[in-house]
């Protein structure tokens, strides 16, 4: 990742831009008419983007984990851990914003914030894997080691996490709650009109391109703390 | 082939000469066995037989896959020189698959010596074992290696471990209960699950194994 994509201002403004409409929008913007789910649709646009925005960023991580054990660089492993340590903070949110949405649309007498359904017990081992990565770094002195051991975790979680979120929930055996199982990861099933479109998508984008913000924050943060210390 | 089978007989040596080790696991499966047993002491629901043989083979395998790698460094070196990484850790799972089936199985008895056996088919079940516990081996022995590396020890598995192991644990569980009360409903996909399960986690063992054996 070149130093002049990371500080570069023209993306930051765009991202501004686009979750500001987003917020603005995601409210406003009239939404279809489900039943059960009424106008908590709009967690659509908060929710399932955490957890698009967690996929994507733990690829990148994914992409650079397998980089630096090809080639090892050490600024492979900056941004292999700190891509993983943003897609941890999006899981995370993923499952808050999830957990708030469930509290009032599945929970009976809207007090439960947790439900057994498979996606979500999926979600939450992938992200305690994850976690474990963060701990396995921690507990490692030698940066070589560390870099090299870590990407080789990253790797396994990265599968592991696949199984769970996109695998798992999807067997034949189990069955969901979620809207947005048996087909596509919830877009068709949800039915969305034009309008909801025209909010998703930019949405879609603008956590995107926050999430990376953070990350190429930290990225910069880290390159400095380390090479300072060679 | 036959570099894979001499690294299995020099684990399968070491293991029988180190009285100390399997004694020890022995003692640990009817240990915690009974503890168990004390804990409830009357008849179980199968779901609920089913829940706790699960966790116990979880514990019983790590302390198990834990005991295998202690105190060898030096031999480590030797076999370094002397064989490629991949056979190594091939011969690694497959000894420890192996033993782990061993070890499992005596759980399986020691617990329904005490807490009965409601196992309406038996050969669905020993299916789910056998496929189950080599998954769980592998992933122990590749985090097991991990933590060594790391120089962690036994809780830096466990951490390491513990995620991964819960979809191995997911379909296990849900076999076996269906097993024990013979509700055959779909069982072919779940041991399909399984079986791709353990040959993507033994895919992967191979595949990034060498990247940690390089220290």
Known sequence: MKQSI??????????????????????????????????????????????FVMMFVFSISLIYSIKYLMNPKLEFDIIASEMANTGTVFGVLGLVTGMLWLRYTWGETGKDWWAPDPKLNGALIALLSYFAYIVLRISIDDEQKKARIAAVYNVFAYVMMMVFVMVYPRLSSVDSLHPGNGGNPGFNQYDLDNHMRMVFYPAVMGWVLLSVWVASVNIRLEKIKRYNSI | MKQLLAIMQRELRHELRSRRAWLAILLYICSTVYITYLAFQ????????????????????????????????????Y????????????????????????????????????????????????????????GISSLLTMSFAISIKGGGGFTLMAIISFPLLVPLLLVAQHLSSQSLQNEMSGYLGNMAALFSLDVLIAAMCYLLFPYLWRD
């Not at chain 2, 690694?92 to 196992?119: C, E, Q, Y």
């Open chain 2, 42 to 77: 009357h008849e179980l629901e199968p779901v609920t037989w089913s829940a706790l043989f699960w966790i116990l083979i979880i514990f019983i395998s790590m302390f198990a896959a834990s005991g295998s790698f202690s105190g060898r460094e030096g031999e480590m070196l």
């Open chain 2, 79 to 134: 076999i370094y020189t002397l064989v490629s990484p991949n056979k190594f850790i091939m011969a690694r799972l497959l000894f420890n698959g192996l033993f782990m089936l061993v070890v499992s199985m005596v759980t399986f008895i020691v617990f329904t010596l005490f807490a009965g056996d409601p196992v309406v088919n038996i050969v669905v079940f020993l299916a789910t074992l056998l496929l189950a516990v080599w």
């Open chain 1, 6 to 51: 990371l500080t570069a201002k023209w993306w930051k403004i765009a991202c501004i831009v686009l979750l500001i409409y987003t917020v603005i929008a995601g409210f406003l913007v009239p939404v279809p008419a489900k039943p059960i789910l009424h106008e908590t649709i709009r967690n659509l646009y908060f929710h399932v983007c955490m957890w």
